[in-house]
Antibody, heavy 119, light 105 residues
């Protein structure tokens, strides 16, 4: 059974870098699929952030591209998100998910982790 | 960049009623890449429909998806208590619509 688990600080100061890791179990990242990050500000809708393939190919939301870095570590079976220069507008629940290659759906999701940007 | 617009914002229904949710794309998209999710409060979204009309594993047949080009629809043939939630459409693993909340009338 594929499971994803987000981890990282729940509180980040403004102007600093938000760093999250998604650890995958029950499936090897190297076997395929894209792996993505999605966020949801409190009380609002979903926003796609970026996707990464196990080879390292990445695809970013154009509105966040200048601040986002994705990486993948196949030896640890996890992938990571860094979001630089955060503001209060980046406060959200951050989800990681597995993205199917052909149709593009996110078929497995982590439970999400709330990251608050505040001094 | 494709923008997805969902309507209505909120749908108030009684159990047993039919729900019709709309997702309109800013330009024509392949139905192969149109996806629907359900999200309940405090939970991650779950996959409902992929490829516009294919139910994901374990999804009851009261949920159906249809559409092509720029107009797509999610239909719940008879809403049950477990279906009161927010529904999102998405195109090819990136842009999401703003969501439709199905609430108890």
């Amino acid at each position: 059974q594929v499971q994803l688990q987000e981890s990282g600080p729940g509180l980040v100061k403004p102007s600093e870098t938000l760093s999250l890791t998604c650890t995958v179990s029950g499936y090897s990242i190297s076997s395929g699929y894209y792996w993505g990050w999605i966020r949801q500000p409190p009380g609002r809708g979903l926003e796609w952030i970026a996707n990464i393939y196990h080879s390292g190919n990445t695809y970013y939301n154009s509105s966040l591209k200048s601040r986002v870095t994705l990486s993948v570590d196949t030896s640890k079976n996890h992938f990571s998100l860094k979001l630089a220069s955060v503001t209060a507008a980046d406060t959200a629940v951050y989800y990681c998910a597995r993205k199917e290659l052909t149709a593009g759906e996110f078929d497995h999701w982590g439970q999400g982790t709330l990251v608050t940007v505040s001094s | 960049e494709i923008v997805l617009t969902q309507s209505p914002g909120t749908l108030s229904l009684s159990p047993g009623e039919r729900a019709t949710l709309s997702c309109r794309a800013s330009q024509s998209v392949s139905s192969s890449y149109l996806v629907w999710y359900q999200q309940k409060p405090g939970q991650a979204p779950t996959l409902l429909i992929y490829g516009a009309s294919n139910r994901a594993t374990g999804i009851p047949d009261r949920f159906s998806g249809s559409g092509s080009g720029t107009d797509f629809t999610l239909t719940i043939s008879g809403v049950e208590s477990d279906d009161f939630a927010v529904y999102y459409c998405q195109h090819y693993g990136n842009s999401f619509g703003g969501g439709t909340k199905v609430e108890f009338k």
